[in-house]
């Protein structure tokens, strides 16, 4: 008994605007009739009492705490600066 019929697996195609043909859509029918199967087969297992998750392993963040820095001063960034204007960075432009 197929879970998913081939008309159904054209559909799908045609709403993703893929083209497939004849023989593709048998392969795609038992590829995802098989992977419903196996859907089904998890679906048996007994999971009263265990908590759900979104993720296998305990994920935290890594990232330091955004807080605000004394960084280089304005001057102290264009020392260096091969060519500026009004304090800002001169480049050659791009756009014609």
């Known amino acids: 008994m197929s879970r998913i019929s081939k008309d159904e697996v054209k559909h799908v195609a045609h709403l993703a605007r893929l083209s497939i043909n004849e023989e593709e859509a048998d392969m795609f029918t038992k590829q995802l009739d098989d992977i419903i199967m196996y ?12 908590e759900p998750t979104t993720h296998v392993l305990d994920l935290q963040n890594v990232m330091r705490k955004d807080e605000p820095k004394k960084w280089i001063t304005k001057e102290e960034a264009l020392k ?4 500026k204007q009004d304090g800002q960075f001169k480049v050659p432009s791009i756009l014609e």
């Not at 260096?80 to 060519?83: C, R, V």
Request: hydrophobic letters at 30%.
């Open 80 to 83: 260096n600066a091969p060519d």
């Open 39 to 50: 859907a089904e087969q998890l679906n048996e297992l007994d999971t009263d009492g265990v």
